[in-house]
């Protein structure tokens, strides 16, 4: 299963954003080795390409987990600080990041494309919109924001050039400033960043990262990366409760003229079993239909 794309990707830089990139530094197995780890449990045994394939899907449906483990990547990141914050919450990487005290931050900040300056969404509290701003602020909202990015910048190396140590010269500078990391992580964890981070409901600008690592994945990795897509990112589970009401769609029954009372869901967790149930009305019943 020795895979030729990993020479190709090696050190290659993708670009992400408008300053960011990824650039895989190292990799430490393929999928050989999370079946070579499986089978210290299961035996030898079977050993062609589709079983290996077989085996590991069995591992991922199953959450035999430990095996994805041995496969263990390392990143070099470009990224915007909100970004960062983000991304550190996954504690179950290694990292080393670019220190602002020993050396000087760089004039590089993020600044959104306009089609990413949307209104706050009403339906998800954290996130934004489908909606454009007013497209008459448009511009004035970039200029503003770099004419701001710019003088805190100017601030910060007035500070410096007046003697200030770099370490408290750099705590007025906004979250938009670039910032760089190493990130080493094992691909089960990875998965597991990935389906959080890879969701529409993560930020816009930590996906974009998320979705450049899965293309990269889909090409070094791809059996594993193949069942992580079946399993993990595009399945749909169901809550016991989701399952009775299951059970009256199937019979039938309007969900929508299920009064409050009688209702199991919150009105909000019942939005979200309406949006699977059409998911699969819309993506698998109707597509049936039509064969
Ligand atoms: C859309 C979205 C919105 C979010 N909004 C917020 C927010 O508003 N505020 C906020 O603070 N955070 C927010 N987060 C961050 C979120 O709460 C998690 O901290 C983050 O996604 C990391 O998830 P994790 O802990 O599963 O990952 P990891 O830290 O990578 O951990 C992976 C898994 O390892 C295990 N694990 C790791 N460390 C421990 C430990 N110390 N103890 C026990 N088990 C451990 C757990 O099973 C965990 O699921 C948000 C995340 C997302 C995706």
């Not at 190709?8 to 990139?21: A, Q």
């Not at 062609?48 to 449906?61: K, N, V």
């Not at 909606?131 to 190396?157: A, F, G, P, R």
């Not at 600008?205 to 595009?234: C, G, H, W």
């Amino acid at each position: 299963m020795e895979n030729k794309h990993i020479q190709e990707i090696i050190n290659k830089e993708f670009r992400c954003l408008d300053k960011g990139f990824i650039r895989l530094i190292e990799i430490m197995g393929d999928d050989s080795s999370i079946v070579q780890a499986a089978r210290v449990s299961y035996g030898k045994g079977t050993k062609s390409i589709r079983e290996d394939r077989s085996l590991i899907r069995y591992l991922m449906r199953n959450s035999h987990t430990s095996p994805f483990e041995m496969v263990e990547l390392k990143f070099h990141i470009r990224l915007p600080i909100f970004v960062a914050r983000q991304w550190i919450r996954h504690r179950t990487a290694n990292v080393n990041e670019y220190s602002g005290r020993y050396s000087e931050m760089t004039s590089d900040f993020y600044l959104p494309e306009k089609n990413q300056l949307r209104t706050q969404s009403t339906i998800n509290k954290q996130g934004r919109s489908n909606d454009l701003i007013d497209e008459s602020l448009t511009d004035e909202v970039i200029k503003s924001m770099e004419t701001s990015q710019k003088n805190s910048y100017n601030e910060y190396i007035k500070y410096i050039n007046q003697g200030i140590a770099r370490e408290i010269a750099r705590i007025n500078l906004p979250l938009s400033s670039y910032t760089e990391w190493y990130w080493k992580i094992d691909l089960h964890n990875l998965f597991r960043f990935l389906k959080l981070r890879l969701d529409v409901h993560a930020q816009y600008e930590i996906r974009v990262y998320a979705e450049t690592i899965a293309n990269i994945l889909k090409q070094i990795l791809p059996i594993s990366f193949e069942a992580f897509e079946d399993y993990m990112l595009n399945s749909i589970t169901f809550s016991s409760s989701e399952l009775y009401l299951l059970k009256e769609v199937f019979n039938n029954v309007d969900l929508k003229s299920i009064s409050d009372d009688e209702n199991i869901l919150s009105k909000t967790e019942l939005n979200e079993f309406i949006q699977k149930v059409t998911f699969i009305n819309e993506n698998i019943l109707n597509k049936n239909k039509g064969i």
